[in-house]
């Protein structure tokens, strides 16, 4: 690896910080004078004047290199592109918004080189954001945690620590930023820890996150949960189910037909078949089982021989490899 050390900082018109958050940064890796590191940005297609700000730095400082997209493509499309351009032993990812403190960049650090974690995240116990924002939080967290089986707080902190081997080894596409630590588990890398850091009140600018972002989350979760399961064998989840549905179907049908049998021997007062809700019950139950069994095997086929590529429109870039 080129460097001890990478920071991947995703910049969505942040104009007003950028400059201060870098200074913070230097100021506390001039007291770490064994660890190289590079500062990377990446602009997701701010309205403002983020990227010549990012630009006028990188030509005063070896070590902040910058990305910009061709548009506004998310936090996890600019946490995947910094991932891929980082050459850093250790990733250490945070916002661009100063909420999160650089002070916290040595013990990440150290967490992951010394202690042997795969990922470190940063809980931010004690938060300056209104009720509005903790509450759901605090619920979104708690879910989370139960269906994941990873005990973090924070899931959603930006603060957080990889071995770059993590990072190599993932994809994070769509809003699946939230769950890096699930796709990592996912993927073998279970040496998962936890660290209390600091959370500031916001300086400049205002959230970019609206109350939705936790229904969005929710639906994200199942997603990846999901596709961590069966990505690799679609067919275990929609075949099982499908037989399931198959041979309920077909032995309720067994039953009706059987039932009609038995009602014409001994002489006893027949229904039609067709007049039984329990006949069209079995029929659909037979339609969807082989609807499902196919849509596993289609499943099948496609992950074989489609291989997921991300790939982002970068528009510029400077002090790139």
Not at 34 to 40: D, G, Q, T
Not at 250 to 264: D, P
Not at 280 to 305: H, R
Request: hydrophobic share 40%; with cysteine.
């Amino acid at each position: 690896m080129k460097y001890n050390l990478s920071l991947v900082i995703p910049v969505f018109n942040e104009e007003k910080s950028i400059p201060e958050l870098v200074e913070w940064i230097e100021r506390v890796m001039k007291e770490q004078p064994l660890l190289s590191y590079e500062v990377i940005m990446i602009d997701d297609g701010s309205s403002d004047n983020s990227w010549e700000i990012i630009q006028d730095l990188a030509k005063q400082k070896l070590q902040v290199k910058g990305l910009k997209f061709a548009r506004n493509y998310g936090k996890s499309a600019a946490l995947h592109t910094g991932f891929k351009a980082s050459e850093g032993e250790v990733v250490i990812t945070m916002d661009a918004d100063m909420q999160d403190s650089p002070d916290e960049i040595p013990a990440l650090y150290d967490m992951i080189q010394n202690d042997g974690y795969d990922i470190v995240s940063g809980w931010k116990k004690k938060r300056h954001d209104p009720i509005s924002k903790t509450i759901p939080s605090k619920f979104f967290n708690f879910v989370t945690r139960k269906i994941s089986g990873i005990k973090l707080h924070d899931f959603n902190c930006g603060l957080k620590a990889y071995r770059s081997k993590v990072v190599k080894n993932i994809e994070v596409y769509g809003e699946m930023h939230r769950y890096i630590p699930v796709i990592a588990k996912w993927n073998g890398f279970k040496k998962i820890g936890e660290k209390v850091v600091q959370h500031r009140a916001r300086k400049y600018g205002e959230t970019k996150y609206g109350l939705e972002r936790f229904l969005y989350g929710f639906l994200d979760l199942l997603s990846i949960t999901f596709v961590s399961k069966f990505k690799k064998s679609p067919m275990h989840f929609f075949g099982a189910f499908g037989t399931l549905s198959f041979i309920f179907g077909f032995f309720v049908t067994l039953y009706v037909i059987a039932r009609k049998f038995y009602e014409i021997h001994y002489n006893l007062p027949v229904r039609e078949i067709t007049d039984q809700p329990l006949f069209f019950l079995s029929l659909v139950a037979l339609i969807v089982g082989v609807q499902l069994f196919l849509a596993g095997f289609i499943g099948e086929m496609i992950t074989m021989n489609s291989p997921k590529k991300l790939d982002y429109i970068v528009d510029e870039e400077i002090g790139i490899g």
